[in-house]
Nanobody, 119 residues
Framework: VQLQASGGGLVQPGGSLRLSCAAS????????WGWYRQAPGKQRELVAI???????NYVDSVKGRFTISRDNAKNTVYLQMNSLKPEDTAVYYC??????????????WGQGTQVTVSS
């Protein structure tokens, strides 16, 4: 199983970006998806999470600006980021709890995608 993240880039303050993360391989089920971020000199933090039933949760700093969603048919999660601020600048990582065929459920991580918010 592999997770492939994409969609990062450079955007001006107030702009938008949409991150995607697709899982591939012998996947039996995906329990939850999460997006994390890590800014230089800071610890990695959970930004948003979505369960297999579609319930979501966000860190306070992104509530009302970011939206996490999932497409179960495509084994893909998205993070729509609006009204971006310079403090959103970080490397964003996707994470998922996946049960692969013939294996126990475990965490998988994507490779990270850089988001830079700057004028």
């Amino acid at each position: 199983v592999q997770l492939q993240a994409s969609g990062g880039g450079l955007v001006q303050p107030g702009g938008s970006l949409r991150l995607s993360c697709a899982a591939s391989g012998s996947i039996f089920s995906i329990n939850y998806w999460g997006w994390y971020r890590q800014a230089p000199g800071k610890q990695r933090e959970l930004v948003a999470i979505i369960s297999n039933l579609g319930s979501t949760n966000y860190v306070d700093s992104v509530k009302g600006r970011f939206t996490i969603s999932r497409d179960n048919a495509k084994n893909t999660v998205y993070l729509q980021m609006n009204s971006l601020k310079p403090e959103d600048t970080a490397v964003y990582y996707c994470n998922a709890l996946i049960k692969a065929d013939m294996e126990r459920s475990r965490d998988y991580w994507g490779q990270g995608t850089q988001v830079t918010v700057s004028s």
